[in-house]
Every structure is written in structure tokens, then in C-alpha cells.
């Protein structure tokens, strides 16, 4: 079975911190992606990675960046977080034919911005 | 940019009854797929569909690729407890390298 594991399910910083949030999946897969949820407005795709040290911005980059340094980590980092980026981050894999399409999602972190 | 419209936000249903959800946009898309959300974990990916007018099922679910290519539908049958949570539908147009998601229908379920 595909595992998605995201390295904290809640967490707490505060405005101006910087945050990274760490993703690990171990069925070499080479697609990850980073979304946030937030109710009413389903996932929206931060930045997704089709290779190691290749990223793509998503919907809604502003603010985040990500590393992808070995194939199965990718990590979102939060460069100021504010207050708006308070919301539910999941991390999701896919393998080589379906690049645009997460199928393997972890189970979330739940980010608190004070 | 294109969006998706996914009805009804919500449902509330008696154990036993048939289910039925949709997701429509005003752009076509290419796939389209349905993920299913439990209570305090990740999206699972439910059905996938690559080919208008496709009708595929897993167990008691069935799912439709509209034949417009502009919308799908989610049936589920004979409804259990462990049906409740959170359901997404979401597309790929073509051309396009993003998924796009509905706003999700929230199931609950009276025993």
C-alpha cells in the first residue's frame, strides 16, 4: 500500500515565522503536490514537483515556496507565514502516468497561524 | 480560470437510501475523477474517468463521465455509516496541466 506521511497533523506558529512542512511518500513515485483546504473552496494546488529539483506553481504560490531535494520528500515552506494561511495542507503523490492527477493523499497538517 | 460546480454542499440521508451528487463547469474536460474525504484524513481516490459517456463502478458506487464532457455524476447505492464524509469531484481540461476541484458534498447519514 501507497503511504503519504506528512510529519505533524496539527501545529502552531506565529505571524512572521517561517514554517516547513514535511512530506514523505515511499512508493517512488516522481508527481507530489501540496494543497490546501479550506471549507467551502475544496483543494487548490499550491506547487506540485514532476521530478526532483523540478516544481511548478499551482493555483495559489504566493507566499510558499517548495524543496524537493530526494524523490520521496517534498517540502512546502511558508517564507512569513500570516494569518491567512491558517488552513489544512495535504500533500498528495502519483506515479509517471498520471502526472496531473494526485491519487495518494497523507492525511493532513492543520496549520494554526496566531 | 475554470471552475467546478458540485451540488448539493450537502446531504442528509437515512441509512439505506440511494445517493446522487454532481459536478458540473462551463469548460470540457478531458478526465474527470471522484475522491472521497473520511472524517480526519486524506482524500481517497474513489473512481476515475477518461472517456465521455464512461459509466464505472466500484462496489456500490457508480460514477459517470457526462456525455457534454462538461459534467459527472456520483451515485451511491443503498447507503451505509461508513459512506459519511466529505466527496470531491475534480477535472482536467484539456490542455491543462492542473487538476481542478469541486467544493466538495458533505454526506451525513441517520442510522
Known amino acids: 500500500d501507497v503511504k503519504v506521511t506528512q510529519s505533524s497533523r496539527y501545529l502552531v506558529k506565529r505571524t512572521g515565522e517561517k514554517v516547513f512542512l514535511e512530506c514523505v511518500q515511499d512508493?517512488?513515485?516522481?508527481?507530489m503536490f501540496w494543497y490546501r483546504q479550506d471549507p467551502g473552496l475544496g483543494l487548490r494546488l499550491i506547487y506540485f514537483?514532476?521530478?526532483?529539483?523540478?516544481?511548478e506553481k499551482g493555483d495559489i504560490p504566493e507566499g510558499y515556496s517548495v524543496s524537493r531535494e530526494k524523490k520521496e520528500r517534498f517540502s512546502l515552506i511558508l517564507e512569513s507565514a500570516s494569518t491567512n494561511q491558517t488552513s489544512m495542507y495535504l500533500c498528495?503523490?502519483?506515479?509517471?502516468?498520471?502526472?496531473?492527477?494526485?491519487?495518494?493523499f497523507g492525511d493532513g497538517t492543520r496549520l494554526s497561524i496566531l | 480560470g475554470q471552475q467546478l460546480n458540485q451540488s448539493p454542499q450537502s446531504m442528509f440521508i437515512q441509512e439505506g437510501e440511494d445517493v446522487s451528487m454532481n459536478c458540473t463547469s462551463s469548460?470540457?474536460?478531458?478526465?474527470w475523477l471522484w475522491y472521497k474525504q473520511d472524517p480526519g484524513e486524506g482524500p481517497v481516490l474513489l473512481i476515475a474517468?477518461?472517456?465521455?459517456?464512461e459509466l464505472t463502478s466500484n462496489g456500490r458506487l457508480t460514477a459517470q463521465f457526462g456525455i457534454t464532457r462538461k459534467d459527472s455524476f456520483l451515485n451511491i447505492s443503498a447507503s451505509i455509516p461508513s459512506d459519511v464524509g466529505i466527496y470531491f469531484c475534480?477535472?482536467?481540461?484539456?490542455?491543462?496541466?492542473?487538476?481542478?476541484f469541486g467544493q466538495g458534498t458533505r454526506l451525513t447519514i441517520n442510522p
Open positions: 469548460s470540457i474536460f478531458n478526465t
Open positions: 498528495a503523490s502519483s506515479p509517471p502516468g498520471a502526472i496531473y492527477q494526485p491519487q495518494h
Open positions: 512508493m517512488d513515485h516522481e508527481n
Open positions: 474517468l477518461y472517456k465521455a459517456g
Open positions: 475534480a477535472g482536467l481540461g484539456q490542455g491543462a496541466q492542473k487538476l481542478v
Open positions: 514537483s514532476y521530478d526532483v529539483k523540478m516544481k
